[in-house]
């Protein structure tokens, strides 16, 4: 099993930064690391996305101003969010998907409130 830890949540301004990192308990072959969010009264929304091959995704709102990236070395991914709204508060979850044996991991997920 793949036991994914989230960090880096936070308060912070609007116009502020955070950087996000999800630890993997170990090395593992994946389809997509992705980021997800969830705020009161929405439903969960994917935020961005990175695949096997490094191609990247990243939902409407948050283009220009999230990257994912990922660090093999370090079995993490990150999520560098800058330029931060009041809407971007959430609750962010790291996710893998991994291509065999078909599985989908979360990690706890980790606060992330802007407000003045």
């Known amino acids: 099993q793949v036991q994914l830890v989230e960090s880096g949540g936070g308060l912070v301004q609007p116009g502020g930064s955070l950087r996000l990192s999800c630890v993997a308990s170990?090395?593992?072959?994946?389809?997509?690391m992705n980021w997800y969010r969830q705020a009161p009264g929405k439903e969960r929304e994917l935020v961005a996305q990175?695949?096997?091959?490094?191609?990247?995704y990243y939902t409407q709102s948050v283009k220009g101003r999230f990257t994912i990236s990922r660090d093999n070395a370090k079995n993490t991914v990150y999520l560098q969010m800058n330029s931060l709204k009041p809407e971007d508060t959430a609750v962010y979850y790291c996710n893998a998907k991994l291509p065999w044996p078909l599985a989908d991991y979360w990690g706890q997920g980790t606060q992330v409130t802007v407000s003045s």
């Open positions: 170990r090395i593992f072959s994946f389809k997509s």
């Open positions: 990175i695949t096997s091959d490094s191609s990247t």
